[in-house]
């Protein structure tokens, strides 16, 4: 049952890149919009047209479906800032050790300089085998609701069952 919620949230959240991807490619790269996945669909939080998401997160589930896996993963996604400020802690704690820390505080950004550029192509790795998947046989979108006066939308997805 956890094996099949945690798939059910990685699908949803490669659905979430796609939609929010397109998205941005329609009304510009100033958009600002934060989307959360979870085990029956995702969120999109931000002042977007709820038939212009509809469309998005439909585009994008064909998109996925048709095999374009690359949607799944995006340089906007969480994972990659939570890669970044782990690698970044873990190295400067290491560089820093106990002691003298004055004197290697140079040694420490430096360190966390690093651990940020390894980041970023750790971070989409990350997403690609463990956050997204982006095999959405069987998916089907079954809603679009508007929340809280229009600040937020829950898209709604099922997975059918595999024919036996």
């Known amino acids: 049952m956890l094996a099949r919620f945690i798939g059910d949230v990685r699908r949803n959240h490669a659905l979430e890149h796609a939609t929010v991807s397109l998205l941005i490619s329609r009304l510009g790269p100033d958009l600002r ?6 085990g029956d669909g995702f969120f999109i939080y931000g002042d977007v047209p709820s038939d212009l998401l509809s469309e998005c997160a439909q585009e994008g589930l064909a998109r996925l479906k048709r095999g374009e896996a690359f949607w799944a993963v ?3 996604c969480g ?3 939570a890669t970044a400020g ?5 190295s400067t704690l290491a560089v820093l050790g106990n002691g003298a820390r004055r004197d ?8 966390g300089i690093l651990a940020v ?10 997403q690609q085998h463990l956050t997204t998947s982006p095999d959405l046989a069987g998916m089907e979108i079954i809603s679009v ?3 809280a006066g229009g600040r937020y939308h829950k898209v709604r997805t ?3 069952a595999a024919p036996a």
Request: no cysteine.
């Open 33 to 38: 919009l934060i989307g959360r996945a979870s």
């Open 74 to 76: 995006t340089p906007l």
């Open 79 to 81: 994972t990659n800032l």
């Open 86 to 90: 782990v690698l970044a802690s873990l």
């Open 104 to 111: 290697r505080l140079g040694n420490a950004v430096l360190a």
């Open 117 to 126: 550029t390894v980041a970023q192509p750790l971070g989409r790795l990350i």
């Open 145 to 147: 609701d508007k929340r």
């Open 158 to 160: 099922r997975r059918r």
